[in-house]
């Protein structure tokens, strides 16, 4: 059966730095697309970044844009979200999601999915 575990969240302050991991057994990132995604209570879950199984196509949402990254150790089976200069709107819980086929970065798309990470960014 498929799991990922999502691990790292915790407190950081604003413009500090803070690595989330998400690693994965049943499947493998060669061959799935890979997605974070944030949730704030009341809220929608939106996507924060996703990288296609091959590697070539990425996206991050426009509120990222420049200060997280996405990325994969197909060797360790892991993904990772690297957050640069966080800011208090930052603050969320993130979720690791795997999807087994189409590249997609629309939340209803992704098959599975890991427990949320707790992100607090203090100011």
């Known amino acids: 059966q498929v799991q990922l575990v999502a691990s790292g969240g915790g407190l950081v302050q604003a413009g500090g730095s803070l690595r989330l991991s998400c690693a994965a057994s049943?499947?493998?990132?060669?061959?799935?697309?890979m997605g974070w995604f944030r949730q704030a209570p009341g809220k929608e879950r939106d996507v924060v970044a996703s990288?296609?199984?091959?590697?070539?196509?990425?996206y991050y949402a426009d509120s990222v844009k420049g200060r997280f990254t996405i990325s994969r150790d197909t060797a360790k089976n892991t993904g990772y979200l690297q957050m640069n200069s966080p800011k208090p709107e930052d603050a969320r819980v993130y979720y690791c999601?795997?999807?087994?086929?189409?590249?997609?970065?629309?939340?209803?798309?992704?098959?599975?999915w890991g427990q949320g990470t707790q992100v607090t960014v203090s100011s």
């Open positions: 999601a795997a999807k087994s086929s189409i590249y997609s970065i629309r939340t209803g798309d992704y098959n599975y």
């Open positions: 990288i296609s199984w091959s590697g070539t196509s990425t």
């Open positions: 049943g499947l493998s990132f060669r061959s799935y697309t």
